[in-house]
């Protein structure tokens, strides 16, 4: 099992920052990627980026591409968020997952919320 708890969550104006942590513990040694996943208000949860465990190459999604920067602390079991030039359309519910294997995301946080006000 993989314990997740996310944190860094709050109230930002639109252009500003946020950052985001995750922290891991348990059986971390296995985790092979982690992610970081958002729902928006009415909205499906929808795939923010994601970074691999082993070497640190990171994916994003098209939308926070340019914006957001996903970055791993090994030794300490944390995964970050940097978010910059926040938009209102970035509010929403943060969820950090951590990925066993390259096709399924096997463990979840309960999520920090992010609002961006305009």
């Known amino acids: 099992q993989v314990q997740l708890v996310e944190s860094g969550g709050g109230l930002v104006q639109a252009g500003g920052s946020l950052r985001l942590s995750c922290a891991a513990s348990?059986?971390?040694?296995?985790?092979?990627?982690m992610g970081w996943f958002r729902q928006g208000p009415g909205k499906e949860r929808e795939f923010v980026g994601r970074?691999?465990?082993?070497?640190?190459?990171?994916v994003y999604a098209d939308s926070v591409k340019g914006r957001f920067t996903i970055s791993r602390d090994n030794a300490k079991n944390m995964m970050y968020l940097e978010m910059n030039n926040l938009k209102p359309e970035d509010t929403a519910l943060y969820y950090c997952?951590?990925?066993?294997?390259?096709?399924?995301?096997?463990?979840w946080g309960q999520g920090t919320q992010v609002t961006v006000s305009s």
């Open positions: 997952a951590a990925g066993l294997s390259m096709t399924t995301w096997h463990y």
């Open positions: 348990g059986r971390t040694f296995s985790t092979y990627r």
């Open positions: 970074i691999r465990w082993t070497d640190g190459s990171t």
